[in-house]
């Protein structure tokens, strides 16, 4: 027989196996034998294989490809032309030999072919034994890892339905494989992403690039009240000839790590929360302010709404009694949710519970309460039906009450809230609330406490000052007591004007160092003494001698007062100063004046010697005295204060008592740092006198 098939000027090469299969690159080897065992076909994968051109071969006995036979029985080649006639197919693993001399390992199929002509051919496929064995370990890893793999594996074809899975994906669905097959995967696979995991996996069908590690929320139906999420890697089948376009993946459950990353942000998140709150609550002794504090450090971070409420009595435990109202005071608020809820949680400033209402239950037990905004919520909770309407149309879904205790008694509540896009409280949600009530409680419960401690002192204060100064035909007095800003406690800034004998006058301004119901008492004292001494010292030095002893004695470490006693009948004014700045003196052509610029040594030094100094004051004159808390303020130099206080006394025109605001407004446009007093004297001389 003629060879069919020889090397000829543009062959198409070895044969090979389809392309995109394993067996892609494993060379076969075709040759045929004739009826005498003799080569009549020759292929271009023989050559290849054995190394003999087909010239050199064809016609020569098949024992040439094979090392030589045993002794005594059949050569090789002969004993598989045997087999193949009488079995017809036959496979088996031989040595050959390469036509260098070179021993090969290959596995062989033969089998007759019987022509036209009833003539019949054995034909042999050869191929390399390393090649085949490379082949059947690629097919055995693949079998052990579609069985065994722990991940889930999937093949889909264009139309996204299963077409092979292994059990780890049956069984991470909840369904068998054959619950699978032909089905579509968003069937299985449910999302709830508007259609984005289908996109996806059709752009990889259309030969997109492949997805790797996407992470896939999703339930499916064998587990259809577990939220799942999944990473996911896509990649385009090779579309090998004759098998159908498709998909191929791997899926790992990864819901377990992406929780406990997700609780770990969450805990780092509620740590950096604390860590502002901490920062930002009590940065104020205002009450208002520490609980407005409160409420910027839980929205948004924390909650979609806050409020906070104080209840009426805050300095005895109360005992919220279920069958009574409650009554609260609301002192901050803020929400990010749109009307109606800016309305509920600010519309209002004292708030009435309805007796058994959920307030009640949450401040005598004293732990934060977790409550699902419903109608019956609002009609247990909200008196007002208006009111109630608004928190049912406010977005809110749930609400956390906790109340704010410190020095074991109920200071108030806060409340937070949270709409439908945020998950409802969970019990570490409770805790948090729970901590950042107790830092504001006590935060709050300290600034209730300086307002009382303030409120005191301001009383003590007020009571202490002067309430009507002496009044003089010669003298129109306008004074002023500005008490300083919430930051800064009380101080010992004090003023008096007294009536003398002969008409005099007396005007008298002083600070004592110090904040606070200390200083508010020993200023006090020194103005009730000042006042007793000026009954008996003639001589405004003596009086400040005197005043020095008494502070002395009194442990009065610091403290600064200026004295002036003015006569009309001559217009003279004495002047004795001890520390404390110098007065102004306004003259009726608009010039400002500083007398008695020698300060002197403040009071309770000691051991000191004061003078007095004597002035002339024309008639119509202003004389102005004040303390540092005029003219020294945050960010200004002293000097610059008493050049602006010398302006504006300049500028003074009209009613004296409209000048003194007016002084005060441009100067303490703002309440100031510290106390401020303002004595403003219109001085007149007295008529003379006939002589007799």
Same mark, same amino acid.
């Given at each position: ?216 929320? /999703?339930?499916? %139906? ?6 799942? $999420?999944?990473? =996911?890697?896509?990649? !385009?089948? *090779? +579309? ?96 990010? /949710?749109?009307? %109606? ?6 519309? $209002?400033?004292? =708030?009435?519970?309805? !007796?058994? *209402? +959920? ?334």
């Amino acid at each position: 027989m003629r060879a069919v098939r020889s090397e000829t000027e543009g062959d198409p090469g070895a044969l090979r196996s389809e392309p995109g299969s394993l067996l892609e690159h494993v060379s076969v080897a075709v040759f045929g034998m004739d009826d005498q065992d003799r080569i009549c076909f020759w292929g271009p994968g023989a050559q290849d294989l054995f190394g003999h051109d087909p010239s050199a071969i064809l016609s020569r006995p098949a024992a040439v490809l094979f090392p030589g036979p045993p002794r005594g029985g059949p050569d090789t080649a002969e004993r598989l032309a045997q087999h193949a006639r009488s079995l017809g197919y036959w496979r088996e693993r031989l040595p050959t030999l390469h036509r260098d001399g070179t021993v090969l390992d290959c596995g062989f199929r033969v089998f007759p072919v019987t022509g036209a002509m009833g003539r019949s051919v054995v034909m042999g496929l050869a191929a390399s034994g390393n090649e085949l064995d490379r082949v059947k370990t690629n097919l055995a890893f693949l079998d052990a890892l579609f069985e065994t793999c722990p991940i889930g594996l999937v093949m889909l074809d264009e139309n996204l339905r299963y077409v092979h899975l292994n059990q780890a994906m049956a069984e991470m669905d909840g369904l068998t494989i054959e619950d699978h097959l032909g089905r579509p995967m968003d069937d299985v696979m449910i999302t709830s992403d508007g259609g984005e995991f289908r996109r996806m996996l059709r752009s990889v069908v259309a030969n997109g690039p492949p997805v790797v590690g996407t992470l896939v929320g /999703l339930r499916t %139906p064998g587990y259809p009240d577990r939220d799942q $999420v999944r990473s =996911v890697s896509l990649f !385009p089948l *090779s +579309r090998a000839v004759g098998t159908r376009p498709g998909l191929g993946g791997l899926m790992i459950d990864v819901t377990d790590r992406e929780q406990a990353i997700l609780e770990a942000t969450t805990a780092r998140q509620r740590l950096a929360l604390l860590d502002r709150a901490a920062a930002t609550i009590g940065t104020s002794l205002d009450v208002r302010v520490t609980a407005q504090e409160l409420v910027d450090a839980a929205v948004p971070d924390f909650s979609d709404a806050s409020l906070v409420e104080l209840v009426g009595r805050m300095d005895v435990p109360e005992v919220f009694d279920a069958n009574r109202p409650l009554v609260t005071h609301r002192i901050a608020s803020g929400t990010i /949710l749109p009307p %109606p809820a800016i309305e509920l949680v600010s519309g $209002v400033e004292t =708030v009435t519970y309805p !007796p058994g *209402s +959920r307030i009640h239950q949450a401040l005598r037990t004293g732990r934060p309460i977790t409550f699902t905004i419903d109608e019956h919520f609002a009609a247990t909770t909200v008196l007002q039906k208006d009111r109630a309407q608004l928190l049912l149309n406010s977005g809110l879904t749930c609400i956390t009450i906790v109340p704010l205790i410190a020095r074991g008694t109920v200071q108030g509540l806060t409340m937070f809230g949270r709409s439908a896009a945020r998950p409802a409280f969970s019990e570490d949600d409770l805790s948090l609330a729970s901590e950042l009530s107790s830092r504001a409680a006590l935060c709050l419960d300290n600034a209730r406490l300086y307002s009382q401690v303030q409120d005191i002192a301001l009383t003590l204060q007020r009571a202490l000052l002067p309430s009507a100064l002496a009044t003089s035909p010669h003298v129109e007095v306008a004074h002023r007591y500005v008490p300083g800003s919430h930051v800064t406690e009380v101080g010992g800034d004090w003023y008096d004007v007294i009536n003398l004998s002969d008409d005099r006058v007396a005007l008298i301004v002083g600070d004592v160092m110090g904040h606070g119901v200390q200083a508010a008492a020993t200023m006090g004292r020194m103005r009730i003494t000042a006042k007793a001494l000026t009954r008996h010292q003639e001589d405004p030095a003596d009086l400040l001698a005197e005043l020095d002893a008494c502070a002395e004695e009194a442990g009065i470490e610091l403290a600064t007062c200026l004295y002036i006693q003015y006569d009309p009948r001559n217009g003279r004014a004495r002047i004795a100063n001890a520390g404390h700045p110098p007065p102004l003196v306004l003259h009726s052509d608009g010039t400002v004046e500083t007398i008695g610029e020698a300060l002197g040594v403040p009071l309770g030094v000691g051991g000191q010697t004061f003078g007095t100094t004597e002035v002339d004051l024309p008639d119509g004159a202003t004389l102005a005295l004040y303390t540092d808390g005029l003219i020294e303020t945050r960010g200004q130099d002293i000097d610059e204060g008493t050049r602006r206080l010398r302006t504006e006394l300049g500028r003074a025109a009209g009613p004296l008592e409209e000048v003194a605001d007016r002084i005060l407004a441009r100067l303490l446009p703002n309440r100031p740092d510290d106390d401020t007093v303002l004595v403003l004297a219109h001085v007149r001389r007295a008529p003379l006198q006939p002589v007799p």
